[in-house]
């Protein structure tokens, strides 16, 4: 798990630095807004410990990652990402999880980088970073025709993520 956080971040985090100018003088202030206390603590300071071995893989004085607390709490993940929002930072990395993005959209001039892999009902200015069943099943894809697969049988669970399959295996049309 933290191998693929810090790929993700180390993925991100260059992509951000080529988007803006690297090598310019200026410091490029990131949020990183996950669940540092409360029942989602371990994954909290999982990512945590990811980023900080993604920074210093990248070793860029000019990046500085400025960490928020959000009680994997929607109300408290505005409040922080608000906080970080006045002290000049715009790209925010987080929230880990789909129901903390709920009241995101109030911060328009935010982007924000999210761990989730749920894309249905998304603020515009969240992006789902994480794995989500449209990729998945695009390698299922990948995987059948590569070893002349004709068909596949889905055994999809009723729960919260039932319509997000289901809508997965009708956009990409896999048999």
Known sequence: MKTFFKYLFFGLITLILLL?????EEKIKIGLIIPL???YKEIGESILKSVRLAINKINDQNLIIVPKDTKSNPEVTLKVSKELYNDGIKIILGPVFNNSSIYLDEL?????LSFTNKINNNPNNVISAGVNAISQINTIKKFQKLNGLERSIFLI??????????????KTKIN
């Open 37 to 39: 206390s409360g029942e």
């Open 108 to 112: 328009k001039e935010v982007t924000f």
């Open 157 to 170: 669970p009723n729960s919260d993520y039932k319509q997000e399959i289901e809508n997965a295996i009708k």
């Open 20 to 24: 803006q100018k690297a090598n310019s």
